[in-house]
């Protein structure tokens, strides 16, 4: 099955704690669906990255399963899913 890599990042001002981030990391690396993964917390901007391998059949399977994990670590990190979409945050 094809590997897939893969990069997400949360919209400016998501967070800047290192607690944070380090829940993040260690739920994307506990993640049974994802390899290789390396996140990144960057203070200016205060987002999260994250880089990655997904095994799936298609590139748009891949991107379905990084977008569920991604949403699925940040939550893990106390962060809402939503901080992905940042028209959706309060």
Do not use: N, Y
């Not at 993964?37 to 590139?59: K, N, R």
């Not at 748009?60 to 979409?85: N, Y």
């Amino acid at each position: 099955m094809p590997e897939f890599t893969l990069s997400m990042e949360t919209p400016e001002g998501t967070t800047t704690d290192e607690d944070v981030m380090a829940r993040f990391d260690e739920a994307m690396r506990a993640s049974k669906e994802v390899r290789g993964s390396t996140a990144i917390l960057d203070h200016g901007a205060g987002t999260i990255s994250s880089t990655f391998q997904v095994e799936a059949p298609t590139l748009e399977v891949a991107q379905m399963i990084a977008i569920r994990v991604f949403a699925d670590a940040l939550r893990s990190a106390g962060l809402s899913g939503d901080a992905l979409w940042p028209d959706r945050r309060p």
